[in-house]
């Protein structure tokens, strides 16, 4: 089955700066590309997807990046804030499961 | 619309006991999936299910029975429980397209097994 890894497991940026979260799957015939954005105790939240014919997306200070020769994609905040702390999940689909990574903890230090 | 609802909020059972946890979506979705959370594993697939009397196992399905009678209600059924099953337990739900829609999560169970 597909297997999604995520990367890194934590990353602590300083307020403005930009964060970068990594994800890598195996499964080639994977077609889309969500993350999901969870804060404490909340459930999880769409914030941008991307499907396998676009290379890049972006909205507002959040973009995603697809590499689908190299199986990955990233996920991009620029001038970071401090509501922008929380768990980030990439995700993966493919025929009918939608597959998660292992989460991102992001802090944003002021 | 209320969206994705979950009952209960908490729950704290004893090793061997059933229970069931019930998740209600008013949205028409034709997608409806359970996932398990735990710290460190992200958000593993139980069962999911494409349609009314459609269902299908995911990642870690052992332990766990779902059944799908309505397009509305996709209960899960925990058979014996055990302390591993200690988690939260998030339902969501989706539009069927061809290439992927947005899930929609409901609240969560914070089930924990003594």
């Known amino acids: 089955g597909e297997n999604v890894e995520q990367h890194p497991s934590t990353l602590s940026v300083q307020e403005g700066d930009s964060a970068v979260i990594k994800c890598t799957y195996s499964d080639s015939a994977s077609n889309y590309f969500p993350w999901y954005k969870q804060e404490l105790g909340k459930r999880p939240q769409l914030i941008i997807d991307i499907r396998s014919n676009v290379g890049e997306k972006k909205d507002q200070r959040i973009a995603v990046t697809l590499n689908k020769t190299a199986k990955h994609f990233s996920l991009h905040i620029t001038e970071t804030q401090p509501e922008d702390s929380a768990v980030y999940f990439c995700?993966?689909?493919?025929?009918?499961?939608?597959?998660f990574g292992q989460g991102t903890r992001l802090t944003i230090n002021p | 619309n209320a969206g994705v609802t979950q009952t209960p909020k908490f729950q704290v059972l004893k090793t061997g006991q059933s229970m069931t946890l019930q998740c209600a979506q008013d949205m028409n979705h034709e997608y409806m999936s359970w996932y398990r959370q735990d710290p460190g594993m992200g958000l593993r697939l139980i069962h999911y299910s494409v349609g009314a009397g459609i269902t299908d196992q995911g990642e870690v399905p052992n332990g766990y029975n779902v059944s799908r009678s309505t397009t509305e209600d996709f209960p899960l059924r925990l058979l014996s429980a055990a302390p591993s099953q200690t988690s939260v337990y998030f339902c969501?739900?989706?539009?069927?397209?061809?290439?992927?829609?947005?899930?929609?999560f409901g609240p969560g169970t914070r089930l924990t097994v003594l």
């Open positions: 969501a739900s989706s539009y069927r397209r061809s290439v992927g829609s947005e899930q929609f």
């Open positions: 995700a993966v689909q493919g025929a009918q499961k939608l597959v």
